[in-house]
């Protein structure tokens, strides 16, 4: 018993290889961002799904908790995204129970890896692709501090050292990050829980702006991001009620 | 020698007494269903006698750590398995035991030319209330019984694990408190070790004193523990 849950499934049809002359993967409608706060890392999405040019939805979750200490922010084709997040959440808790001890930190981060790498074929026609964020920290090494890791649609993982985004509506967010990583005080390192949660509404509204993908977060109607924060201690889901409050003492 | 029905009995007589004697190195394990959820308790050298199976599953056993290590795995695996292409709420252990784990237990005693499984286990599954939880007794041969009383003792010797459950059953009571219920517990697995009577046993007033250096094994299913997960290990203690 090597733990592997993917070992026990079976082998399902693969879709074919890309057809010679298949167009470029499309861009990913969405935004998501995580970004590193006084107490840890800050998870946050919009609500828009979107079909084309039809917004299908503005209540999706796009946050999605793969165990106690570990998060995924899903961008690109919602199937594959929810399946990916689904396959993990058994993965990790499989291993676990079955080896009396939970998966390394890095192996979680290869255990995505490896999802991404197997949707390969999909992700060439431009019918899966999927570039998540994930977040996670290391429940084995008590001073360890939660990173932050950003995958392309094959798979390749890279850690950011201060955020990471995904989705058509993250460069302008990431754009925004940056100048305030470098120039801004406080900078999000820094922050507080308030004003990191308010900092990441108001980057979805200013992704709003420019993306029409993005959507779905009105504080003026009460409608928040899904916002979640990660810390040695675990995961916070934020309510809207909380975020309520995070956003009246940041513009009062 | 299988090809006659008096062999094969025989075969199977023998093979009954070998597990028997196999098992009786093995200490008592308990379930008890609580308001709080249920408490599952043994006494080992940590991680070898309660196990988490799935969100609302766990199992305590006594026999081989191979054997037990097996049936481990078996369980998890069915009810992950269940889990991923049903849904959690889709695992209950009614099915697994009557799909996956007692059929297991049935051929391996029945198939007389490989090892048998050395194994006697209790299964529990936490419900909403505890009327809603699910104690199951699981014998080596694939035989089991669901308990309505709240409480289940699987030990090697039948007439004492019986006195030990209606021991526990009379003396339990709804107000009792998760130490109380593992001091009765303990107190009952110290008579069965010890081979008192147990219709002469008082119950404690203070914690049991020597369990010959092993560790109580304990862990909860925890009603109100919020998410998906309601396995709690609570702390190893020598008594």
């Known amino acids: 018993m090597n733990g592997d849950f993917l070992a026990l499934l079976p082998k399902g049809p693969r879709l074919p290889a890309a057809a010679a002359g298949a167009g470029p993967v499309s861009l990913l409608a969405t935004t998501v961002f995580a970004f590193h706060y006084a107490e840890g890392v800050v998870v946050a999405g919009d609500h828009r799904a979107t079909a084309g040019t039809t917004i299908f939805s503005d209540k999706t979750e796009k946050i999605l908790e793969l165990d106690s200490h570990s998060l995924m922010a899903i961008a690109g084709v919602p199937a594959t995204a929810f399946e990916m997040a689904r396959t993990l959440q058994t993965t990790f808790e499989f291993y676990r129970r079955s080896q009396l001890q939970p998966m390394s930190l890095h192996a979680k981060i290869r255990a995505l890896s490896r999802l991404l790498r197997d949707n390969l074929p999909a992700t060439l026609q431009g019918v899966g692709a999927v570039a998540p964020v994930f977040v996670g920290v290391e429940t084995a090494n008590p001073g360890a501090k939660p990173v932050i890791f950003f995958y392309d649609p094959l798979g390749a993982q890279f850690e950011a050292a201060d955020f990471a985004g995904s989705g058509s509506g993250s460069p302008s967010i990431k754009s925004v990050l940056h100048f305030l990583d470098r120039w801004g005080n406080p900078r999000p390192a820094a922050m507080p829980l308030g004003p990191a949660c308010a900092l990441a509404n108001r980057l979805l509204m200013t992704a709003s702006e420019f993306d029409t993908a993005t959507g779905g977060v009105h504080p003026d109607r009460g409608e928040f991001a899904t916002l979640k924060v990660l810390s040695r201690e675990g995961i916070r889901t934020v309510s809207a009620s909380e975020q309520a409050q995070c956003w009246k003492e940041a513009t009062a | ?239």
């Open chain 2, 1 to 239: 020698m299988t090809e006659e029905p008096y062999r094969w009995l025989e075969a199977i007589a023998n093979r009954r007494e070998y597990v028997r004697e196999q098992l009786k190195g093995g200490t008592p394990v308990f379930a008890v269903s609580r308001p709080e959820g249920i408490l599952l308790l043994g006494v080992g050298h940590g991680h070898s006698k309660v196990f988490e199976i799935y969100n609302r599953h766990g199992f305590a056993a006594l026999g081989h750590p191979v054997d037990i290590e097996k049936v481990r795995q078996v369980a998890i695996e069915a009810a992950h398995l269940e889990g991923f292409n049903r849904s959690a709420e889709d695992v209950t252990l009614r099915r697994l035991i009557s799909f996956a784990l007692s059929p297991s237990f049935k051929n391996s005693f029945e198939q007389i030319f490989s090892p048998p499984l050395i194994v006697e286990a209790i299964f529990a599954e936490i419900g909403d209330r505890p009327e809603g939880d699910v104690l199951v007794r699981l014998h080596f041969d694939g035989n089991h019984h669901y308990d309505a009383g709240g409480v289940q003792v699987a030990f090697h010797q039948p007439k004492p694990e019986a006195e030990a459950l209606a021991w526990l059953k009379a003396r339990l009571q709804p107000q009792d408190s998760l130490g109380r219920t593992a001091a009765l517990c303990l107190a009952a697995w110290q008579a069965l070790m010890e081979e008192k009577p147990l219709a002469e046993l008082a119950p404690p007033d203070e914690p049991v004193g020597s369990m010959a250096g092993r560790l109580v094994e304990a862990a909860l299913l925890d009603r109100q523990r919020p998410g998906p997960v309601h396995y709690r290990e609570l702390p190893p203690w020598n008594s």
